[in-house]
């Protein structure tokens, strides 16, 4: 089998794992009783999310990631999503960033 062959298998073969990851995931919440438990842990997901991508970003060090995490701190509570609030305190990095 040649290398083209072999490099085409292996992104077929992740393409239909992802595939099957995304499905399993449907699969899986249509099986498993809403309510409870299963209801606040998702409630609490976004936040869970922000923490994750922000995290590193805090961990780097100096006066920015504490600016970055600030913003989004302050974006949140002015009542904004998740999504705004994580887009928003990227976006205050970069600023940062391109300035300094």
Same mark, same amino acid.
């Given at each position: 089998? *040649?290398?083209?062959?072999?490099? &085409? ?9 992802? &595939? ?6 449907? &699969?899986?919440?249509?099986? #498993? +009783? ?20 922000? *995290? +590193? ?5 100096? &006066? ?11 974006? $949140?509570? %002015?009542?904004? *999503?998740?999504?705004? %609030?994580?887009? $928003?305190? #990227? $976006? ?6 391109? #300035?300094?």
């Amino acid at each position: 089998m *040649s290398d083209d062959a072999l490099v &085409w298998a292996a992104v077929l073969a992740m393409a239909f794992v992802t &595939w099957l990851t995304r499905i399993g995931g449907f &699969w899986l919440m249509r099986v #498993v +009783p809403d309510g409870g438990f299963i209801r606040r842990a998702l409630d609490h997901l976004p936040g869970a999310l922000v923490v994750a991508i922000l *995290s +590193p970003i805090a961990l780097e060090g100096g &006066w920015a990631p504490t600016v970055c995490i600030a913003a989004a701190v302050l974006i $949140g509570r %002015a009542g904004a *999503s998740a999504l705004v %609030a994580v887009f $928003g305190s #990227v $976006g205050v990095v970069a600023l940062i960033r391109l #300035v300094v």
